[in-house]
């Protein structure tokens, strides 16, 4: 029952900021933290010699929010399109993470099935302080969202009226970034670094197709979430020998298919 | 090591980072460095699949069809996410994370025991790609070194050919189109030339890492220069006198050459973009 609220509540908060970046054109800035926060999570592993989600949460996010800065920067001061400095970042996070691993290798440290839980995601990994370290992240993560819905509508559809209402844009920014690189790293152990980025856009890509009211979206959202949540649990459980990133992953690209051509088939029906 | 080894994973290195300058320098024109991410991430369900059909990782029929259905899924994707322009990166992401989730799963079904095991899909094996070895008239040569040989002149030919029709494409294709060219067909054969060359460098470096090796060096040249044969020959100096660097750290250290290159390049590009002006001048 932990299992399905922690894997509920973050897939629904990943879901809702997915949805922000949806809007903002800027879906894969997940897979950047995703693939940033390798690095920082084998960083976490040389510093404390230890694994525990908390130590790696605050390791893990400082490192992120760190290249975060300076991706910022070098699209600031950059001819560069967003898709290339996006590119770049993915693979040198990655490679500074590989370079990490080799480090630990040398002095003998056998950290291969640690880390294959934050590469490929391992539901079954998670224990009850994990479940909630990441239970509390995403109620507060939902709590900010709730708080600031009409501001972050407004930030949405017209950014330029968040000032004339008294807020300041670079605040909703960077605290939208704050749980984004919280929430990426905490999701490594659920989804894994490659396909973080797929429990942030698929969801929202699947309700989108059929919905564009905010409230609807969220209903929707809700029974997608339970369902998927659900059948991935059972199947993690019951093979312990595969991770649940793919399965996870895979279902909702599976669900996200049939919805693409079920509504392509609702059309042609209706509209000719 | 030995050091007749370290000059084959010198070669096999260098014709990797070759590859992949030819194919990426039209994409990267067209600011599509992401697209580079999604099809390198989407061909690993195509590679089992086909490694299931014909049993093999090293027959001709393995490359061909693996090559036939990921050009059909790279203008797939490519398709899509010019489709919806404005949510292109959603389109890119749910495709490449839903396809590597299903190749990933594949791997661990039905591939576990050869070489398509999920890390070395994501870390590649370069170390491990000369000791596939052929007999050609008494010499032993890696089988990786031919397939990217092979691959590096037929880039070089096709680079040299379509050259001025490519670079138009980057730049003004509705010319292109009213000037009586097949402007989906060129593109489709751009698109089979980058999938070729994923394919083959996906097995040595990794998937993300064939993404660096087709963004970075490219980036760090457009400070040198603009046009595409500029860009290549920079890329092609900035690269080599980066892989000096990472060989010799990597064979002192112990590190993953692959690794330590793109840190290499990572670093060079962070620090030529914040000091270019002063570089400039000098």
């Known amino acids: 029952m932990i299992l399905f609220i922690t894997l509920f509540l973050l897939s629904f908060t990943l879901y809702l900021l997915g949805g922000v970046y949806y809007f903002k054109s800027k879906s894969l800035i997940t897979d950047v933290y995703a693939h940033v926060a390798f690095p920082g999570v084998v960083l976490a592993y040389i510093l404390f010699h230890s694994l525990d989600l908390y130590l790696v949460v605050f390791v893990t996010s400082v490192f992120v929010l760190i290249v975060d800065y300076l991706k910022a920067k070098l699209l600031s001061i950059t001819n560069f399109s967003t898709d290339s400095i996006f590119a770049f970042f993915i693979a040198f996070g990655f490679s500074i993470g590989t370079l990490f691993v080799n480090f630990l290798q040398n002095r003998g440290v056998s950290t291969k099935a640690g880390f294959s839980d934050f590469l490929f995601g391992n539901l079954s990994s998670l224990n009850q302080s994990d479940s909630y370290v990441i239970i509390f992240f995403s109620l507060i993560t939902l709590f900010w969202i709730f708080f600031y819905r009409k501001v972050l509508l407004s930030y949405l559809f017209d950014e330029f009226s968040i000032n004339k209402i008294g807020f300041n844009l670079l605040y909703i920014e960077r605290s939208l970034s704050l749980m984004a690189v919280v929430l990426t790293v905490l999701s490594l152990k659920v989804a894994g670094v490659v396909l973080t980025t797929g429990l942030f856009l698929i969801p929202f890509s699947i309700s989108i197709l059929f919905f564009n009211k905010i409230k609807h979206l969220i209903k929707f959202s809700i029974i997608l979430i339970s369902f998927v949540s659900f059948i991935s649990i059972i199947i993690s459980l019951n093979y312990s020998g595969m991770s649940t990133g793919p399965i996870l992953i895979f279902i909702y690209f599976l669900v996200f298919l049939l919805s693409l051509l079920g509504k392509k088939i609702f059309n042609k029906l209706n509209y000719g | ?282």
């Open chain 2, 1 to 282: 090591m030995d050091s007749y080894i370290f000059y084959k994973l010198f070669l096999v290195f260098l014709l990797v980072i070759c590859n992949s300058l030819f194919s990426s320098v039209w994409f990267f024109e067209r600011r599509q460095g992401l697209l580079v991410d999604a099809i390198s991430h989407s061909v690993l369900p195509v590679l089992v699949v086909v490694y299931l059909l014909v049993n093999s990782l090293s027959s001709f029929s393995f490359v061909f069809y693996s090559i036939v259905f990921s050009t059909i899924l790279a203008w797939l994707i490519s398709y899509l996410s010019r489709f919806n322009k404005r949510h292109s990166q959603s389109f890119i992401g749910v495709f490449f994370s839903g396809l590597f989730a299903l190749g990933l799963l594949l791997t661990n079904f039905f591939a576990r025991n050869v070489h398509l095991d999920a890390d070395s899909v994501l870390f590649g094996a370069l170390e491990f790609s000369v000791f596939e070895n052929i007999q050609i008239f008494g010499l032993s040569i890696p089988v990786a070194i031919l397939k990217l040989g092979f691959l590096f002149l037929l880039n070089l030919f096709v680079f040299n050919l379509f050259r001025r029709l490519f670079s138009a494409l980057s730049f003004d294709s509705s010319t292109l189109k009213l000037s009586g060219f097949n402007v989906p067909l060129i593109d489709l054969f751009q698109l089979f030339l980058l999938v070729l060359n994923v394919i083959f460098c996906f097995e040595v470096v990794g998937v993300i890492l064939t993404l660096g090796l087709n963004v970075t060096p490219m980036m760090l040249s457009r400070y040198f220069g603009f046009r595409s044969l500029d860009l290549i020959n920079i890329s092609f100096l900035i690269a080599l006198f980066a892989l000096f660097i990472s060989s010799f750290l990597s064979f002192r250290y112990n590190l993953s050459l692959s690794a330590v290159f793109m840190v290499v390049l990572g670093v060079k590009f962070i620090t030529l973009s914040f000091y270019k002006d002063y570089f400039m001048k000098l």
